[in-house]
Structure formats: C-alpha cells, structure tokens
C-alpha cells in the first residue's frame, strides 16, 4: 500500500513538472516570435490601481521588436486621440488642447500609460519566474529585470499562444492591469 502512495505521489509530481514545461516552452515560443518578428500590435485596456481611487483607458499600441511602443488613447472620449512612444531611453507625448495626468505609481517609478511599454518588454525579457494553467489559460510570471526591486508581470497566454490579460505587480501589489485584445505579431 505504501509503494502505490509512493507511486502515486511521484505521478502527480512528475505530471506537475511536465505541465510546468509544457507552459515554458509555450511562453518562450512566444518570446521567439516576437523578438523574431517585425512587432506587434495589440488594444489594451489599462487600469491603474491607486488602492483608494481605479483609472481606466483604453489604447491602441504598437511595438517593435527592440520593445519601443508606440500608442493611441481610444477612450475615455475627453483624452482620446492623445498619442505617445515609450522606449527605454524615455516616452513622448503629443496631443492637442488635452493632457493626460495619472498620478506615478510603484514608489513614482511607474506611469499607467508606460503599461503597455513594462508589457512588451517583459514579454521580450524578462526573467520567468513560473507558469501554469488558470483554467482555460496559461498564467506566467515574469519579473521585468533581474535586479532585487523588479517589477512582477502575470500574463495569461491563451490556447493559441497570445497574451489577453497582463497585471503589473509591485512589492506583490497589482497596480496596472491589462485587458488585452486583438493580439497580433507582424
């Protein structure tokens, strides 16, 4: 009877293992890809977690395979049309007659709108940390650096590979999250 518990719990591990495999090769075929590629381009819904007060937008984003992202405010209405680019040596904003002021998140290390930026260039990489099925969905935890104070990105991948949610955590508290649509690499 001991040796089929025994069995039994080296099955169920060794069936982890694989599952945690199966999930690394999914999230690094889809890091070769991008990097791979000419870019991608993705929708977002972006919601910053002040933890007292949510803000929410929704943008229309453009990477390329170096991360450089490049975006377009979508809603709400009353910032719509305010574009920008992120990169690693800084971000630009253009617009008209409107602005766009999101209070500095992450110790005033992170701004909402970079979101998309922090997410591609995780994607990229980062250093993954661990993955594993969430129902339907492969969930993958990146930190954005090696350093001691990386930020930490859960991405849920679906059956095809491609990213639909990403939460931005920092010191383990979720401050941005995306919702992820139309999800395409050049």
């Known amino acids: 009877m ?5 069995a039994a719990i080296l099955l169920a ?3 982890g293992c694989a599952e945690t495999q199966e999930g690394l090769d999914r999230a690094m075929g889809l890091r070769a890809k991008l990097l791979g ?3 991608c381009q993705f929708d977002a819904v972006i919601t910053a977690d002040y933890g ?5 937008f929704s943008v229309s984003c453009q990477g390329d395979s170096q991360g450089n992202v490049t975006f377009t405010v979508k809603e709400p209405e009353t910032i719509a049309g305010i574009t920008g680019a992120i990169s690693a040596e800084g971000g630009k904003l253009t617009f008209d007659g409107k602005a766009l ?8 290390q992170v701004t909402p709108v970079s979101g998309p930026w922090i997410f591609l260039r995780t994607l990229q990489g980062g250093n993954v940390r661990s993955c594993g099925m969430d129902g339907d969905l492969l969930r993958v935890s990146i930190d ?3 350093e001691d104070d990386a930020l930490r990105l859960d991405i849920w991948l679906d059956s095809g590979d491609l990213p ?3 939460e931005i955590l920092y010191r383990e508290r979720r401050i941005v999250t995306l919702q992820v649509k139309n999800f395409v690499i050049l």
């Open 13 to 15: 591990m060794l069936s």
């Open 2 to 6: 001991k040796r089929l518990a025994v």
């Open 164 to 166: 639909v949610r990403g």
């Open 101 to 108: 002021a999101f209070p500095l998140l992450a110790d005033e």
């Open 144 to 146: 954005d650096s090696y």
């Open 52 to 56: 007292d007060e949510l803000c929410e």
């Open 37 to 39: 590629s000419g870019g």
